[in-house]
């Protein structure tokens, strides 16, 4: 029997390509979506759909009680498609309470189900000014102000739930800003630009060597350092589903 994952979010622009990383790596894959209409995507991905929402505490409690994973990949977001300007203000607002309350549910959940693993993502460009490239053991921003105060408080909620958790052994991966397919742009951007599939073969390689711990995940800048995930996850910036033969599937 393969090993099971409840990977929460898995309709998302990360969370699709991993579901194709994770089933053709010959795990069973339980993707969640709030959204009836989107069971069909997971199914054709080889995942089977698991309709639920994060805030629904003893709805996730249920379900995850019932698949009794080995692993728990967190992939949840609630961004709009492309981050449209126009709709940041409040998507980040959203996002945050999602990373605080939706992450502690999630935990929880997992606690209950018995899984002691789980697999969640981060952002890279949450670090308080000081000396770059940021490692991993430099301090979050949590004095600043606005709508990045809104952000990095919610991420470091999530950081907190994931690694702070007794009996829980979490792994937290600092994605890089996001770009290719799903994403809004095919361009690398941003200080520390990330392919979407780059950033889910981290979470597969995450799962597969069973790490726990922190992991920037970027390609090579000057804003943030990626060496600690190439060293021990042996990830690389350059990772598709191409190389894998799945960019077709």
């Not at 994770?22 to 054709?44: I, K």
């Not at 979490?170 to 630009?193: K, M, W």
Request: charged share 20%; proline share 3%; with cysteine.
């Amino acid at each position: 029997m393969s090993e099971k994952i409840f990977l929460a979010g898995a309709t998302g622009v990360i969370g699709s390509v991993l579901v194709k990383l994770l089933v053709n790596a010959g795990y069973t894959v339980y993707g969640s979506t709030r959204r009836e209409d989107r069971a069909e995507s997971l199914r054709s991905l080889g995942a089977i759909p698991i309709i639920v929402d994060v805030f629904n505490v003893d709805g996730l409690k249920s379900e995850l009680v019932q698949i009794k994973p080995t692993y728990v990949v967190h992939q949840l977001t609630d961004l709009p498609r492309g981050l449209d300007p126009s709709q940041m203000a409040k998507a980040i607002a959203r996002n945050a309470k999602l990373r605080n309350e939706g992450t502690a549910n999630l935990v929880e959940a997992t606690q209950s189900s018995g899984c002691t693993r789980i697999v969640a993502q981060s952002i890279a460009w949450a670090y308080a000014a000081g000396s770059k490239p940021y490692i991993e053991e430099d301090a979050l921003d949590l004095q600043a102000e606005g709508l990045r105060r809104i952000s990095v408080s919610g991420i470091a909620a999530l950081e907190r739930n994931i690694l702070d958790t007794p009996s829980m052994n979490g792994t937290v991966l600092r994605y890089g800003h996001l770009y290719g397919p799903g994403t809004g742009t095919d361009q690398a951007s941003g200080a520390s630009p990330l392919h979407v599939e780059a950033a889910a073969f981290a979470a597969l390689l995450a799962v597969q060597l069973d790490v726990s711990g922190v992991y920037n995940i970027a390609e090579d800048n000057s804003e943030v350092c990626s060496e600690k995930a190439k060293r021990v996850l042996e990830w690389s910036a350059s990772l598709r589903l191409a190389s894998r033969n799945l960019d077709s599937q």
